[in-house]
């Protein structure tokens, strides 16, 4: 479960969030929305200790994300923007390296990378080095190495960016286990389709600010919108009704 209490952000002069609070639970998949330079990968940074917040306070699993940073990433899974894989690595290798930084010994190493290799349908290029991948290949790998030591929580910042028809199905059906098996799914996303089909609870942020959250049918009744984009358009633009 990720708690976020008043969490408030600073880079000089420039107030990057203000008070932003909401919870992304257990067996539920929470979307985090808004528009680019909302705050939503400032947020993320902070929950994955690689920012720390001015103000507030951030929880993962009971774990302060301030005092206790370790105890925070032994329980998180966390896709960035990014997928910074080691180029001169195969993807099997970059998989392996991340499980051996979380303690996985060599059976249990194995296993789940292997496991992984097979759900993500990378079994054509696990042994070549990753210079030479595709955007849908690393974002894979990279999806790969987060889940290999079974993290309770996950963060997946914009997952189907660069992904085909077939890896997007994949994918969103791999989210869907995640949640069956009791994880804490946390993503950002402008895809509205993914969030439609996906969320099941949503929190819109605009300029550093929660300004609209709750389960899909909650956002479209505060909105007074009749789909999902919509709501994020009149929410995120200020057009939510008082």
Do not use: W
């Amino acid at each position: 479960m990720i708690r976020v209490e008043s969490l408030g952000k600073q880079f000089g002069a420039v107030q990057a969030l203000h008070d932003v609070s909401f919870e992304a639970h257990d067996g539920r998949i929470t979307g985090l929305l808004g528009h680019n330079g909302a705050g939503k990968s400032t947020t993320l940074r902070i929950l994955s200790t690689v920012l720390r917040p001015s103000t507030g306070r951030a929880i993962v699993d009971g774990h302060d994300c301030v005092e206790q940073p370790l105890q925070v990433r032994r329980s998180l899974g966390v896709l960035p923007h990014a997928s910074g894989l080691y180029g001169h690595l195969t993807g099997r290798e970059n998989i392996r390296y991340y499980g051996k930084l979380h303690g996985l010994q060599s059976a249990e190493l194995d296993r789940m990378t292997n496991e992984l290799i097979e759900r993500l349908a990378l079994g054509a290029v696990a042994d070549r080095r990753a210079k030479g991948y595709s955007q849908g290949e690393r974002l894979k790998v990279a999806l790969a190495r987060a889940l290999v030591h079974q993290p309770r929580t996950i963060i997946l910042d914009e997952p189907t960016n660069g992904l085909d028809v077939n890896a997007v199905r994949m994918l969103r059906e791999l989210i869907r286990q995640l949640r069956a098996a009791n994880r804490c799914v946390l993503f950002s996303s402008h895809v509205m389709q993914e969030v439609a089909a996906l969320c099941d609870d949503i929190v819109i942020i605009a300029h550093g600010r929660v300004v609209v959250r709750g389960t899909p049918a909650e956002i479209l009744a505060t909105t007074g919108a009749a789909d999902l984009e919509e709501a994020f358009v009149r929410a995120a633009d200020g057009g939510v009704p008082a």
